[in-house]
């Protein structure tokens, strides 16, 4: 008997291209056999019953064939009919919007270009800051020109009233103004510095974050 260790076989053709084995003589048994050692023996029931499985598979395969075509077959169809004729519309569709798209090109590009320039411009501008010198000088002389006007003010009502501008009361009434300015002066400008900085660094914040965005 030969026993075969590989063989090789060409699937398109069906011829065997390289082959292994040797010869053996001695005892064999049958798969689903009986074990008594004899090759002919035939296990009727085991057979029967892989007859009655093979049968019941068969079965199923035909009801779920029969079920397809006559439910799934039909929608199938229709669903391969509908696609057909949704071709042209798409086809038209995207065609369409190629068109757009194209149409739209210069101005999304020429937008593209503004908006990089006032990105440039916000940078340019928040990178430059304010003038924190200017900002006080100006907190400075709003105070003295609100204080200038209540003096001239408060000249004109002591003059209304008959009193001597040139006494000692009214001239302590200007020290105390004046003194009211100085204090107004010097906290104008700390509040003026303080503000413009914390500006600038909101600017150079607001600058970082959109230059990562």
Same mark, same amino acid.
């Given at each position: ?7 090789? $076989? ?42 009655? $499985? ?25 669903? $391969? ?5 949704? $071709? ?21 590009? =020429? #937008? ?13 501008? #928040? ?58 002066? #010097? ?11 914390? =500006? ?14």
């Amino acid at each position: 008997m030969k026993i075969y260790t590989k063989v090789v $076989i060409d699937m398109a053709t069906g011829e065997v291209e390289h082959e292994e084995s040797f010869e053996y003589n001695g005892p064999v048994a049958l798969c689903g056999g009986s074990g008594g050692g004899g090759s002919d023996s035939i296990d009727e029931k085991y057979n029967d019953r892989m007859a009655t $499985i093979y049968e019941a598979q068969q079965g199923m395969a035909e009801d779920y064939f029969d079920f397809w075509k006559s439910d799934y077959q039909p929608m199938e169809k229709e669903q $391969i009919a509908a696609n057909r004729k949704l $071709i042209p519309h798409q086809t038209a569709l995207a065609e369409e919007q190629i068109t757009s798209s194209r149409e739209l090109l210069p101005l999304q590009t =020429e #937008a593209s270009k503004k908006q990089l320039n006032v990105r440039q411009d916000f940078m340019d501008e #928040a990178q430059k800051g304010v003038d924190v010198n200017s900002r006080v000088s100006q907190a400075e002389a709003d105070v003295k020109q609100g204080y200038g006007l209540a003096g001239m003010q408060a000249q004109r009502n002591y003059s209304r009233t008959g009193q001597n501008v040139n006494s000692g009361h009214f001239a302590g009434m200007q020290k105390d103004l004046a003194l009211s300015q100085a204090k107004s002066v #010097a906290g104008a400008r700390t509040k003026a510095r303080r503000t413009a900085k914390d =500006e600038n660094f909101n600017r150079l914040k607001s600058a970082a974050s959109f230059g990562m965005a």
